[in-house]
């Protein structure tokens, strides 16, 4: 398939015309599910809009319906919804029981939530590089010299970090997997969901993200003995009671295991999570076939590449388009790139978030109660080098997801700005 470069060679960021008229919008996100507004009605009129409300006639909760039907998604036994996919990873990691100041790995290259959960989980986050293919966490960045109890693996922009070959390191060394699924909903490694491979999965729901309901997210697992405890985390100390409630009583229960605190998701959330669920994998087809497209247009475009995933993730689930060019023409930065395009396409282009080395947003001593864990953290990173995550933090751009959700005119496009920008 070839691809067309349209006629004014000026680079729209430089007052020439735009490859794209303006008057051509982009998909929008969020796309509201056929069913989302029904539920959302259901939860304003059913006088319940809160997991710790009481019975209300026979007003079921959204809030259950969504474990449930997200856990039956995922293929885990069990799901505990929770308000934030930060709190997902606040609760799983406090679930595995681990002392106050043991360490964690997690890749240098994600969100900051990845890390900053560990520190309010009372634990040291170790930054790792990551596999330069995948920008995921693999075997080989795992740093057993500083004892890691416990790894976040995070499934990064579209790829899933290869858990089996994790496991198979730390499984005999009792270190737990927690999977960072905040990017992956949906994503299969030889068929498995993302966060059903290692021991906990995490995920948020925030706006952005391919199943959103504004805020929210979910811990899932097949441990029948975190589960009860995942609960009480998220919930102030009290699960699910067994059985019905009785007229007036909360679905909860005070069982008063463990310490929590309340990280709950409200009944309008899950009313929304409950029907963009259904809608999740319809969406994934459209933006899976736009990638493969896309995939095969830039094969025209020399060292220009869409990253891939590993042969055994068996779908993708596309968070962030990731555009990777080998070698940046001279004087050019990725920035650079990523502004010229969004100025040809009128949508947003960026470079990925500022690796968690040298993040603004990951600084602990700024925080009292943090302070014997900020001390351990600043030591362990004082000569730390992170190569590839440097590398393909230098030679990306992204996209969001709804860049993926319209037709094929829309993959030409970009891949005729590609062309137009990195032709000059
Ligand atoms: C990899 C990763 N982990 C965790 C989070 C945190 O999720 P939330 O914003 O719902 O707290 C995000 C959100 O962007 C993320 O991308």
Request: proline share 7%.
């Amino acid at each position: 398939m070839t691809t067309s470069i349209r006629t004014d060679r000026r680079l729209a960021v430089d007052g020439g015309r735009p490859l794209r008229p303006p008057d051509r919008p982009w998909p929008r996100w969020p796309v509201p599910a056929p069913d989302a507004e029904r539920n959302l009605a259901a939860v304003l009129h059913g006088g319940r809009w809160a997991i710790s409300s009481p019975t209300c006639g026979d007003t079921p909760l959204f809030e259950r319906r969504f474990a449930a039907d997200f856990a039956r998604y995922v293929g885990t036994r069990h799901c505990v919804p929770v308000d934030h996919g930060s709190s997902a990873l606040v609760v799983a990691l406090e679930s595995l029981g681990l002392d106050f100041g043991d360490t964690v790995l997690v890749p240098a290259l994600t969100w900051t939530a990845s890390a900053t959960a560990a520190l309010r989980a009372g634990l040291v986050p170790v930054l790792v590089d990551v596999d330069a293919d995948t920008g995921c966490i693999g075997p080989d960045d795992l740093d057993l010299s500083v004892d890691p109890r416990a790894v976040v693996a995070v499934h990064w922009a579209s790829n899933m970090a290869d858990i089996p070959a994790l496991d198979a390191v730390t499984a005999t060394r009792n270190i737990s997997i927690v999977e960072d699924c905040a990017q992956a909903h949906g994503a299969t490694w030889q068929g498995r969901q993302a966060g059903s491979l290692g021991r906990i999965g995490c995920f948020s729901f925030q706006h952005g993200k391919v199943l959103t309901c504004g805020e929210g997210g979910a811990v899932v697992t097949d441990d029948d003995s975190l589960a009860p405890v995942l609960q009480e985390l998220r919930a102030d100390s009290r699960r699910y009671r067994d059985g019905r409630p009785a007229p007036g009583e909360l679905d909860l229960e005070e069982s008063a295991g463990i310490q929590g605190a309340n990280f709950c998701l409200s009944e309008f959330s899950a009313a929304v999570a409950c029907a963009q669920l259904g809608f999740l994998d319809e969406q994934h087809t459209v933006r899976n076939r736009n990638y493969a497209l896309l995939t095969e247009l830039v094969a025209d475009l020399d060292g220009v590449r869409l990253l891939q995933p590993a042969p055994a993730q068996t779908r993708i689930s596309i968070y962030e388009g990731t555009i990777v060019v080998d070698e940046l023409p001279a004087g050019m930065s990725n920035a650079d790139l990523a502004t010229a395009l969004t100025a040809e396409l009128g949508k947003r282009f960026y470079v990925t978030d500022e690796p968690l080395h040298r993040s603004p947003l990951l600084q602990p001593w700024t925080k009292p109660l943090l302070a014997p864990l900020a001390e351990r953290f600043s030591e362990i990173h004082r000569d730390r080098a992170y190569p590839k995550t440097e590398w393909l933090a230098a030679h990306t751009v992204q996209t969001h997801h709804s860049t993926f959700l319209g037709d094929e005119r829309d993959m030409h496009d970009v891949a005729g700005a590609l062309g137009k920008v990195l032709a000059r």
